[in-house]
């Protein structure tokens, strides 16, 4: 009989064991069982787990291009009225950088550093950090080169102008060179064709790009030319809603801080922006005034604010118009990318000078205006979001 008290002391532990709250394992392998993953809801497609990880390592960080139908994860660009006109509710969506895959794991990870190779890779990285090279055309120009210049002496390095190691080591954004862009049915309901003269302007009630590819360059910073050389297929005239476009991978302007003083350089032709502790926020190329007595020198501040402004024609200050010729009025042209201040207006404590936009950004820099300081219209954008009333602007030789 003395068997029988081990017995006892076993049999207690087993009932012990499958007491409450224990619960047997029906998996062979493993208690643990991985969490289904989710269904895919873009594409309706039956829940996978992701074996592809191995096969990603083939693309050269940063150089790879993201799909913007073949992610869950977007970024909405509706802060500019140049995306939507007024009334449209549908949002433009891009991919956010690095988002590539759809599984949660890689979507977590944070995107590669985009090497500088080339003088597209320069040119979007210093638009991507608000050092405006003007239009984005994988040309390196004057433009470019200024706004390097400004660019290192910001990081305290020599302005040369030169793309040495030191500088490409401080050039860091993150996220792919390129992305696609899908037409919408509104990028085509939004064309329209602009009137000839300051009469037909006046009678529209916006005034929207005219073209698909006027509208998608200017959303994504970059020249005509570019898009047509990126994507030949595409046909421009007969623009169709779900043509896959490839872009460049621009950044939204997160620029901290407000703007203490805007400094205008009429030699260089560039506006830059500083805190108050002195250091450069943002950096622009800017067309000037053809007249050099229109050019006004000093201190001035910024007297109105005004988002996608509309424009007063004064037919005194075109002479050789048919609106003057015939004698008639001021007209009001309504807002737009078209209208001849653009999406911005930041009036000055001068009469009838300011800092606008542009509704031809790529001759910013290039031609000159009747007295006033034109930016593209994505960099004006970025200007009013760190100026306010009573900004200071100091206009140098």
């Excluded at 006046?202 to 050389?229: F, G, M, N, P, V």
């Amino acid at each position: 009989m003395f068997w029988i008290a081990p017995l006892g002391v076993a049999v207690g532990l087993g009932l012990a064991w499958w007491g409450p709250g224990a619960k047997p394992s029906t998996d062979d392998q493993s208690q643990a069982k991985a969490p289904a993953p989710k269904a895919n809801v873009f594409t309706n497609r039956p829940p996978t787990l992701n074996t592809n990880l191995a096969r990603r390592a083939t693309t050269p960080p940063g150089q790879g291009v993201i799909s913007t139908n073949t992610t869950p994860r977007w970024q909405v660009y509706s802060h500019s009225q140049t995306n939507l006109q007024s009334g449209e509710t549908t949002a433009r969506r891009v991919a956010r950088f690095g988002s590539t895959f759809r599984d949660p794991l890689a979507s977590q990870q944070q995107p590669a550093i985009m090497p500088v190779r080339t003088d597209f890779d320069l040119q979007l990285t210093l638009d991507r950090l608000g050092f405006s090279p003007g239009n984005i055309d994988g040309l390196s120009g004057p433009q470019t080169r200024t706004a390097l210049r400004a660019f290192q002496s910001q990081q305290g390095l020599p302005a040369t102008g030169q793309l040495d190691a030191n500088t490409r080591q401080r050039l860091t954004t993150r996220g792919a060179a390129w992305t696609t862009y899908v037409v919408t049915t509104n990028d085509v309901r939004a064309l329209r064709p602009m009137g000839r003269t300051w009469t037909e302007k006046a009678q529209q009630d916006y005034l929207s790009h005219e073209t698909l590819l006027e509208r998608i360059a200017e959303q994504h910073h970059c020249s005509e030319r570019l898009l047509k050389r990126e994507n030949p297929r595409v046909s421009w005239t007969q623009p169709r809603p779900g043509t896959t476009i490839k872009v460049p991978a621009i950044a939204a302007a997160t620029t901290r801080g407000h703007a203490a003083v805007l400094r205008i350089r009429l030699a260089d032709r560039t506006l830059q922006a500083f805190d108050e502790a002195g250091r450069l926020l943002l950096h622009f190329p800017c067309s000037i005034a053809a007249r050099v007595d229109k050019r006004p020198l000093g201190e001035l501040n910024v007297a109105v604010v005004a988002p996608n402004p509309n424009y007063t024609f004064d037919p005194a200050k075109f002479p050789n118009s048919p609106e003057a010729r015939a004698g008639s009025g001021r007209l009001i042209i309504n807002p737009g990318p078209n209208n001849p201040v653009g999406t911005v207006w930041l009036g000055l404590n001068r009469p009838g000078y300011g800092i606008h936009g542009t509704p031809a950004p790529d001759k910013i820099g290039r031609t000159e205006s009747l007295g006033c300081f034109r930016l593209a219209n994505w960099n004006a954008e970025r200007l009013l979001a760190i100026v306010t009333v009573g900004t200071r602007v100091l206009v140098e030789p």
